[in-house]
């Protein structure tokens, strides 16, 4: 069966984009390498099947993806029909305006295969270097938010605020394509009031789930789930929900496990820490063959509900580009088509399917069924 | 009903620190329960902990026994700690417990600190180290804390003896837990939300 256009649920990978020496054999890609890699990835996962392409934003080395839309612009251009989204992109370290304007030329260059997660940033400095405080971080999350709802929905904005100078008159250019906004996920690694802004909102809700034990993550989506309800966009279970996920396979497991660890135990973030094994169970990592990804993916909907977006991180921690086309292989072939026939079994009728750019269109033409909301509250 | 808890850094097994830990949780009980408070006490022994201590700090999030700990610590309304005296501070271990915990869990919390060391030279240990810790994380610490020395274990000076001293602090603490009563759980999660919540108007 060929790949509809538009998938019940998404499958993707999502990249941090850091610059690691390969603890195997010592040797650290240059920038320019490690860019270039990342480009190949994104090319190869739309060609083994995959849905969604994301990248991280970084403002410090050993990483690379500082401007995000500039690298998916150029993925755009190589692409056809992958979606091409961030996770995440800093709302608060960002100017709304220029989050706006990128994403719009984005949408238009891409065909509407454009969408971004957005998120705080944990990375202190980063906050004083674009001029603003940590400390506000969520204040400064709700304003930009708001403003950059107003710039995509309202031709002309007045707008004044706390953090970032007044706009009058303000029209942005190019408009949303079809003037249809760009969908919006917000992410979280821990913090439960991410879950009330998308739930507030209507928008989706990305559960990092890398990180944090499940349970944890459990929580964050139950939560987002009622509130959805409570703010009546729809019933909990329709509301939109994507997590990540840590994947390394090869078909024998114990090859995977005894390939992989040097990686772990030398990764960036949680390397040095708690062991594979113990990782493993603690958090969705699954190093093993593609039958046990399969097994534990599938187990997500357990304590997420059914849901429409799916990313893996397969390319860190100083793996070389040829392992990890290795590993969209295995998830082009083996892995995701599994998943999408078994995660189509006995998902409800009521349940949105993955939003995209087609289907908000379809929503937003007058008569067209049941609306992604009318945004009557972005003006606040 | 008080929920007291008790913290013991001690590393080695017998420990003086467990065992300066169980005196004062003794007197502690004892005191309130003259007073006609029913207690329920448990011992959080840090050392079964080291290792999910350190992955905690490395990793940034805690494992199932280590939230547990954490759980039982947020709901107590009395806390004894006690540590052994290392390089003329809390030990290493000790320290990081409370470095982990997740922020608040000990606000407003009465606590009796108390430490053991290899001499009675360090018994300052309590006043510029663990004070000031547990007055940066917004506990109530109560003003007699309990220094043991080795020597202490085996002295029977009447006055400044050891059994006395941890009698004088039990009476202290127990007044200072009475007088507090029920503390109030804090829970951050729940105060994040009502600050979204406020931000978003809704």
Redo the contacts between chains.
Sequence with gaps: MAPSPAPAMQFGVFTVGDVTTDPTTGTTPGEARRISDTVAIARKAEEVGLDVFATGEHHNPPFVPSSPTTLLGHIAALTERIVLSTATTLITTNDPVKIAEDFSVLQHLSGGRADLMLGRGNTGPVYPWFGQDIRQA??LT?ENYGLLRRLWREEVVDWEGTFRSPLQGFTLAPRPLDDVPPFVWHASIR???VA??AA?FGDGFFANHI???AS?TRRLVE?YRQRFEH?GHGSARQAVVGLGGQVFMRRNSQDAVNEFRPYFDNAP??G???SLE??SA?TPLTVGSPAQVVERTLGFREYAGDYQRQLFLIDHAGLPLKTVLEQLDLLGEEVVPVLREEFAVGRPADVPPAPTHALLRERSTPGAGAAAGPDSDAK? | MTNLVTISGGLRRPSSTRLLADRLEAAVRAELESGGVAVESAVLELRPLGHDI??A?????P??PLEEAFARLGEADAVIAVTPAFNASFSGLFKSFFDVLPEETLSDMPVLIAATGGTERHSLVLEHALRPMFSHLHAIVSPRGVYAATEDFGTASAGSALGDRVTAAAFDFARLVTSCGQRVRRDT?DE??A???A????
Excluded at chain 2, 57 to 61: E, I, K, Q, T, V
Aim: proline share 9%; glycine share 10%; aromatic share 14%.
């Design positions: 969520m204040p709700v913090t439960p009031a009330e802004l507030h990180f944090w034990p944890h939560l703010y973030v949680y040095h820490g708690p113990d990782f603690l606040d | 350190m992955d700090m490395l990793a940034g999030f494992s199932e999660d994040e939300l600050g979204m919540r931000l978003l108007g809704s």
